[in-house]
């Protein structure tokens, strides 16, 4: 069966500082791999997908950064945090030709920035 | 602008009703709508998908319709138990289905009182 992780489940880091969370899923092969955020009492914000390695679409501006190297392996980073970046952040994969694009939810990150 | 609406407000419902809630969209030709459930610090669950040219989809104590003159879906969850409190999510696909891009509602909290 399949199976998403996230790490870490939670983090507080100070404003400025480097951020790498990372995703990875097992059992399945070829997914499309998706990043969200969901501020406090909000919905969930898609911030990048990925269709392949090495193929990352940004969502909407802001000071992240994906990556894909490996085919089930999904990185979520920034060089220098902002306040504004702390926020509930939720990793998804989906199977490509499902035709129903039903998206499977990891545990979550929840990060503070101070 | 593309926008989906759900009701912001919690609804509080007693045990062993129905209760209802309501996604309203805008500007978008979904191809289908799907419903999630999302308990406080987990990631979404996916519950039931309905197509476009669907009227209604039920699965067990849940049915879900589609109105796409409305730009409207209705979900509801019969004889309704505490377990049932969380908060349900709506979501559309957002462009090609290769890439499997949701656009999501920003939910709405049911609490079910016994």
């Known amino acids: 069966s399949q199976t998403i992780h996230q790490w870490p489940a939670t983090l507080v880091q100070p404003v400025g500082s480097p951020l790498s969370l990372e995703c990875t899923v097992e059992?399945?092969?070829?997914?499309?791999l998706y990043w969200y955020r969901q501020a406090a009492g909000r919905g969930l914000q898609l911030l990048f997908y990925s269709v392949g390695i090495g193929q990352i679409s940004s969502e909407v501006p802001q000071n992240l950064s994906a990556s894909r190297p490996q085919d089930r392996q999904f990185i979520l980073s920034s060089k220098k945090l902002l306040l504004s970046d702390s926020g509930f952040y939720l990793c998804a994969w989906s199977v490509k030709t499902s035709g129903n694009n039903e998206q499977f939810f990891g545990p979550g990150t929840r990060l503070t920035v101070l | 602008s593309q926008k989906i609406e759900q009701n912001s407000e919690a609804l509080n419902i007693q045990e062993g009703k129905t209760a209802t809630l309501t996604c309203n969209y805008t500007?978008?030709?979904?191809?289908?709508l799907q419903w999630y459930r999302q308990d406080p610090g987990r990631g979404p669950v996916f519950l039931l998908l309905i197509r476009e040219n669907e009227k209604e989809k039920r699965k067990e104590r849940l049915k879900v319709t589609f109105d796409t003159t409305l730009k409207q879906s209705l979900f509801h969850i019969t004889a309704s138990q505490p377990a049932d409190s969380a908060t349900y999510l709506c979501?559309?696909?957002?462009?090609?289905?290769?890439?499997?891009?949701?656009?999501f509602g920003q939910g709405t909290t049911l609490q079910v009182k016994p």
């Open positions: 979501a559309l696909l957002h462009g090609s289905s290769n890439t499997g891009k949701l656009i």
């Open positions: 059992g399945t092969s070829n997914p499309n």
């Open positions: 500007n978008y030709s979904p191809a289908y």
